[in-house]
Each structure stands twice: as structure tokens, then as C-alpha cells.
């Protein structure tokens, strides 16, 4: 009966990991998986579905729905289903009533009428002037505007058109809004010589401004002067533009070209993503990573031998019985142990810190495998969130490990503390920001559906994980320490000024800093100007120096404030390496201020908000590796020497 109960029991703990196994790779439930498994064959005159999706800006970073204005909308709209990561991004994925079919070019077909009211013609001003732009998409690929370079080299391509323009016209000196009401499509596709069908590998457009004409009374069948495919009469450059103003009649228009490639539907996406010029960002890269490389080896060489000098110094002393004082590190043997001030909090950091180096970690490694494409929208973000919620068995873990060293006795309150305290703080800055999205009216606002999934994710898995690893972490045996601790805590002597906390945290932290800077450049500049990140391969590289540098860097200082006679060592290390979170928000600041065109106050609170959420993070991140390098170093010296 017993063997039979331990059989159920096994088969429904298999169950529920195959469960969460099935929701993790499956597309409708999460977001999460491999690109390009299934692509679409299209037969000529089949319909291709052209979906509008968000408007954004690099200038407001307010996202808002394509129907937010009085575009030309179908009979029914219906909304895409949407991942999560999708609906924190802000995505708004619906049906358009452009109409497509495979290798079918079309001219100057007519969508529908438009008068501007006063509202109206504002609220184009205020899209035009904050430099909004349309994104839609066909077959998973983005819409782009090709951008023709000066220099010879591959196109340029920008995310989405604009709206419409900001300009001066035929000599006036009043500035004045232009819509771009006529869009000039490109399909390029990719034909299969057997079957005869087609794959699509790329959708391009070209906006015009036109002030459409015609004869007579409208109608939807009216043929246009301006635009008439029956006397090959197409939108030029040169047409009149369409001023945006009260009582403006505005008719929108689209022309369809189909254009074969040779370029293969796995490759479809390497164009989008060549949106910058990467050969600074190849070279700075490389150049980063040489440097700190080199700066580590120097670092490990000079710590081995300095090491290797102290240990058989201190041994031979020992065993020649010679009545020297003792000096150095080896003199604070008896109180480097000793617990710290606020050791609990240190015990909730230190586990918090290895939730999010496990989240980490995991995320990179499926992005370098290609799990986390970027046509997977909202795939890396959902993935983040669910790594996060199941690595809460870790943080437990590692708090109630740590919490019991420093001889605690109430391992439900560290767990207790451990689950709320970062998400805690984390999640009320986000609310407050997401109040401020929504006094906006942007569709950036988190839906209250997915607030409370967000925080069912949180109370009702992460939390009740937390509890089950501070339980398995609590019945481990304690951590013994290599020495025996002194119940009165000897005197520090007075310090150095180049010994002093402040100067050694904050000196500590630049090295960690140095080793991502360059790569922080790219990765704000794909979250704040629109861009994709896509170089994960160059990224796990770097966060590989991150950890190495971190540990580095704190067991040097570690080393020279033990030296110093200073045992206080527990909050310094976590602090050192840490201490790089606040040069990372010093650097988006810069960043803020010289490369971004920000200029709202709600804007400018949600960049420093959410960077302020990043360097808070980061600042957990490194604080952990640190701390645990220099955890590591203390108990690997003190037992290396014979101490009575």
C-alpha cells in the first residue's frame, strides 16, 4: 500500500512538471518558443492578413492603440491574442481593413473618407509634433520604412512610418502638420520553384502626403486625379501634401507591389535587424572585453602569489614556534565570523540576489540558443517573469542557508521577508508609474487582467516557492566556520583614508561598470529608441565578465580591509560590487540627456522610474556575486593557516 502511495504520488508530481513544461513552450500561453518551426506557404491570390498594431514614440514613450485616431477601421475589430510580455510592452496587435492577396499588385485603392473636426485635427497635431508612428504587421514581420544611405552600405530600415510631417511649405514661413494619408507597400517574397507558392520575407512602405482630388460627388467607387490606376496616374513626391486643419477631408489610399527575393524565409529577419551601424558596436565590444580580461588575469596573478607569500609565512611561523606577533589578516581570525548588523536583511538580499542570477542566466542561455528570437514579440519579457517566479525556490534557499549560519531560529520570517521585500518595492513603483500611463489614456497601461496575473504569479507561485526553499535550505546542516569566534569583539584600528568604506564601496564598483557600459549603450538604445537587441551571443559573453570582475574586484578589497585589521567584512562585500548599480543609473542619466529627445514630465518620470527598477536590480545582482566571492575567499584563507 505504501509502495503503491509513493507510485500516485511520483506520477502526479511528473504530471504537474509536464504540465508546466507543455505551458512553458507553448506560443498562445506564454510566448516562449523556437522561431521560424512552422512557416506559411502562400498560393498566389491567397488573402494575407495586415494587422495594425501600436502607435509609438522615442519622444513620449507612450504607446497608444492604431484606433486612437480616426483611422479607416473595419466592420468589426478584433484584438490578436496577446502574451504576456506583449501586453507589458504595450502591444495592441488588431484586424486592419487593408486588403492583400498574394502576388496580386494593387494601385491607388481607396480605404475610406475622413472629415477633420477641430478635436480630430488636434489630436493629429499633437501625434505629428511628438513624432508618432504606425506599426503593422504581415506574416509576423514588421512594418519598415527603408532608409537610403549617403554612403555606400546596406539599407537602413526604421521601425513603422510616421504619422505625418512637421514642416514649412511653397514659401510660407508658418509651420504646418502633414498627414501621411498614402502608403506605398512593398511585399517582397520568396518563391519556391516546385510548389509554385510563396513565403513572405520582407514588408516595406513608403508614406506620402497627398491631397487627394476627384470629380463629382464622393463615393467609395469615385475615381481620383490624383491618383488613378486606369491612366497610371501614381502618388508622387511632387503631389500637393495634405495639411492637417478643421474641416479637412482626408482621403486615405494604399498601393500593394510585390517584389521577389532571393533572400530564404530563415533569413528573412537579418535585414530588420541591421537597423545600425554595428561596426563601432563590434569593435567596442571586443575591445571591452580584452581590456577586462586582461585587468582580471593581472588581478588573479597578483592575489595567488600575494596569497600563496602570506599562508606559507604565517605556517612556517606556527611550525617554527616563534614568539612574533601575529599580524595582518590572520590577527582578526577570531572575530571575522562574527555575525553582521541587520544580518537578516543581508540573509533576504543575498537570496534575492540569486533569484535574479538564475533568472539571468536561464535567459540568456535560451536567447543564445535562439528560443528568445526577437519575432517572437514579448517573448524574452514573459520568459524573465516566469524564470523569476520559479527561481524563488533558490532565493528561499540561499536565505535560510545564510539566515541559519548567523544562528537564526525563525526561518518563516526570513522567508516571509525574502518574498516580499524586492517584489514589494519593485511592484509599487511600477504601480504608480502605471498610474501615470493611464492618466495618459496610453495603451502602455497594464489592463487589470494582467495586473492580476501579475500578482498570481507572485502570491500564488513564487511566494509559496520561497516558503519550500527556505524549508529545505533550514534542515540543512549549518554552515560550520573554519574558526572559533571570541565573544567580545576586538577594536578596529583607525583606518587609512584610502581604507575608508565609502571610498573603497565606490571605488569598487567601477571596475563591474566598465566591463558593461559599452554594451548598457545598445541595450537602452533597443528599449528606449525602438530598436531590436539581438547580439545575445555578445551579451552572455559580457555577463560572464560581469560575474568574474565582480568576484575579483571584492576579494581585493576584502583582502586589503582584512590586511587593515578591519573584520567588518559581510555588508562591505556585498556593497563593493554592488556600488556599479549607481554609476549604471548615473550613466542612464547622461544617457538621458544627451541621446534622448524627452521632454514631458510623465515621460521622464517613467524613464527614471523603470531605470531607477534596473539599477535596483543590478545593484541585488552584483551585490550577491560579490558577497558570495568574498564568502567564499574568508573561509578558503582561514582554513588554510593553523590558528590554536
Known sequence: ?????????????????????????????IGFYLPGVAPEDFQ????????????????????????????????????????????????????????????????????????????????????????????????????????????????????????????????SKDVKYFLNNHLSFTVKFHK?????????????????????????????????????PHTKRTVSSSDSPLEVEDKQEVIFTYDVAFLESEVKWASRWDTYLLMTDDQIHWFSIVNSLMIVLFLSGMVAMIMLRTLYRDISKY??????????????????????????????????????????????????????????????????????????????IFAGYAAARLYKMFKGTEWKKIALRTAFFFPAAVFAVFFVLNALIWGQKSSGAVPFGTMFALVFLWFGI???????????????????????TNKIPRQIPEQ?????????????????????????????????????????????IVFIILLVTCAEITIVLCYFQLCSEDYLWWWRSYLTSGSSA???????????????????PVSGALYFGYMLIASYAFFVLTGTIGFYACFWFTRLIYSSVKID
Open 1 to 29: 500500500m505504501a509502495r503503491a502511495a509513493i507510485q500516485s504520488h511520483t506520477m502526479r508530481l511528473i504530471f504537474i512538471f509536464e504540465t508546466i513544461f507543455v505551458l512553458t513552450i507553448s506560443h498562445n500561453a
Open 44 to 171: 498566389k491570390g491567397a488573402p494575407l492578413n495586415v494587422k495594425v498594431n501600436k502607435l509609438t514614440s522615442i519622444r513620449t514613450q507612450l504607446p497608444y492603440s492604431y484606433y486612437s485616431l480616426p483611422f479607416c477601421s473595419p466592420k468589426t475589430i478584433v484584438d490578436s491574442r496577446e502574451n504576456l510580455g506583449e501586453v507589458l510592452r504595450g502591444d495592441r496587435i488588431e484586424n486592419s481593413p487593408f486588403v492583400f492577396k498574394m502576388r496580386e499588385p494593387q494601385m491607388c485603392s481607396v480605404l475610406c473618407r475622413v472629415i477633420l473636426d477641430a478635436k480630430v485635427a488636434k489630436q493629429f497635431k499633437d501625434k505629428i509634433e511628438d513624432e508618432y508612428r504606425v506599426n503593422m504587421i504581415l506574416d509576423n514581420l514588421p512594418l519598415v520604412v527603408p532608409i537610403p544611405r549617403q554612403q555606400e552600405g546596406p539599407t537602413i530600415y526604421q521601425l513603422g512610418y510616421h504619422i505625418g510631417l512637421k514642416g514649412q511649405y511653397s514659401g
Open 192 to 228: 519556391d520553384q516546385v510548389t509554385e507558392t510563396a513565403r513572405i520575407v520582407g514588408f516595406e512602405v513608403t508614406p506620402f502626403s497627398v491631397k487627394h482630388e476627384y470629380e463629382g460627388q464622393w463615393s467609395k467607387d469615385v475615381r481620383l486625379t490624383t491618383c488613378d
Open 315 to 392: 605556517n612556517e611561523l606556527e611550525t617554527q614556534e616563534e614568539a612574533q606577533e601575529e599580524t595582518g589578516w590572520k590577527l582578526v581570525h577570531s572575530d571575522v565570523f562574527r555575525p553582521p548588523i541587520n544580518s537578516d536583511l543581508l540573509c533576504v538580499y543575498v537570496g534575492t540576489g540569486v533569484q535574479f542570477l538564475g533568472m539571468i542566466l536561464i535567459t540568456t542561455i535560451f536567447a543564445v540558443l535562439g528560443f528568445l528570437s526577437p519575432s517572437n514579440r514579448g517573448g524574452l519579457m514573459t520568459a524573465m517573469l516566469l524564470l523569476w517566479v520559479f527561481m524563488g
Open 462 to 484: 513564487s511566494v509559496p516557492l520561497v516558503f519550500v526553499g527556505s524549508y529545505v535550505g533550514f534542515k540543512k546542516p549549518v554552515i560550520e566556520d573554519p574558526v572559533k
Open 496 to 540: 587609512t583614508w584610502y581604507m575608508n568604506p565609502i571610498f573603497s564601496i565606490l571605488i569598487g564598483g567601477i571596475l563591474p561598470f566598465g566591463a558593461v557600459f559599452i554594451e548598457l549603450f545598445f541595450i537602452l538604445t533597443s528599449i528606449w529608441m525602438n530598436q531590436y537587441y539581438y547580439i545575445f551571443g555578445f551579451l552572455f
Open 582 to 600: 549607481l554609476y549604471l543609473f548615473l550613466y542612464a542619466t547622461f544617457y538621458f540627456f544627451t541621446k534622448l529627445e524627452i521632454t514631458k
